[in-house]
């Protein structure tokens, strides 16, 4: 398999947004004059503890109350209040991955180089990547299209590691009567999302996703996003051994497209979506290699 980066992207020598420059305002008001009902389907997960993670790249989520309201009455009063205003302030501790979450461009590199020929030796710092960040990530409004590739295998969800083709995709795609366009956000019904949070340990042992040509059928038709309701998008393990995460290379690294994982996807699929108005908005953590997100189908 070859994967090459290109010294400059097609936007530039200092574009840092990559197929996020798809998601022109006329794009955004083709996507808001569809909305009819108002009816809205949130396509992610609760963060919690229970939430998956793969060592050793991730680590589990911790939230702890950090300032109660008892800590805090009393040290108002201290300060001369009567009030007794209590106020409950936590503490986080996370990796961005975690949940139902975005990458940004700067998560994967082939070899040292990332998207638009960076050097990861230049840009990857103790303190986060100095360019390619997730604060660069566009709010990203667009067409939504939901392809089921479980439905396409009659199961409840295809196994892991089988790989998603380019015809699967295009056979969901058939099946459902739409064509994929320039701009789009492509979801990815593999299944498996029903183990997220009932069966970690089964769901991050290995996952069905797509394969580097389903993932280049997809970028050449000029998509924003891919994302899926598993751990990675991409099939784990993949079939080939000697290769790991491919379609994180290609697909964040040689084509600026991002990658959305751990979708919800079963409510949508169960009532027939198909094309939405698809809204997500990625939180500006400066130097980010991702974060989480909520994002929503708004008919």
């Known amino acids: 398999m070859s994967l090459a980066i290109h010294d400059h992207s097609r936007w530039g020598a200092h574009d840092q947004i990559g197929a996020g420059n798809l998601l022109t305002p006329e794009r955004r008001l083709a996507a808001l004059r569809t909305v009819q009902s108002g009816t809205l389907y949130d396509l992610s997960h609760e963060i919690s503890a229970n939430a998956p993670y793969m060592l050793p790249n991730q680590t589990p989520f911790l939230l702890s109350i950090w300032a109660s309201w008892k ?10 209040a009567v009030n007794d205003a209590g106020s409950n302030v936590e503490r986080a501790e996370m990796n961005m991955h975690v949940g139902t979450h975005i990458d940004a461009l700067g998560h994967f590199s082939i070899g040292d180089r990332l998207y638009n020929g960076l050097s990861a030796e230049d840009t990857v710092t103790d303190w986060g990547l100095d360019r390619l960040g997730i604060e660069n990530a ?28 380019a015809d699967d995709l295009a056979r969901a795609a058939e099946r459902a009567g739409v064509a994929i366009e320039p701009g789009d956000i492509v979801c990815i019904r593999t299944g498996w999302g029903r183990y997220f949070g009932v069966d970690n340990a089964r769901y991050v042992s290995g996952e069905p996703g797509i394969d580097v040509g389903a993932a280049k059928w997809l970028t050449r038709q000029d998509v924003v996003a891919i994302g899926a309701d598993n ?11 000697t290769l790991m995460m491919p379609v994180h290379q290609h697909v964040l690294a040689e084509s600026g497209v991002y990658l959305i994982e751990n979708l919800a996807l079963e409510e949508a699929v169960r009532d027939g979506l198909i094309s939405f108005c ?15 997100v909520r994002p929503i189908a708004l008919l």
């Not at 751990?231 to 051994?241: I, Q, T």
């Not at 698809?278 to 989480?292: D, N, Q, R, S, W």
């Open 138 to 165: 566009p709010p990203m409004i667009t067409r939504g299209v939901l392809l089921d590739v479980a439905g396409l295998d009659g199961g409840q969800h295809l196994e892991p590691g089988r790989p998603i083709t």
């Open 278 to 292: 698809f809204i997500l908005l990625a939180t500006k953590y400066k130097g980010a290699t991702g974060c989480p």
């Open 71 to 80: 800590d805090s009455i009393k040290r108002r009063r201290k300060m001369g």
């Open 231 to 241: 751990m990675a998008v991409e099939v784990l393990p993949n079939p080939d051994r």
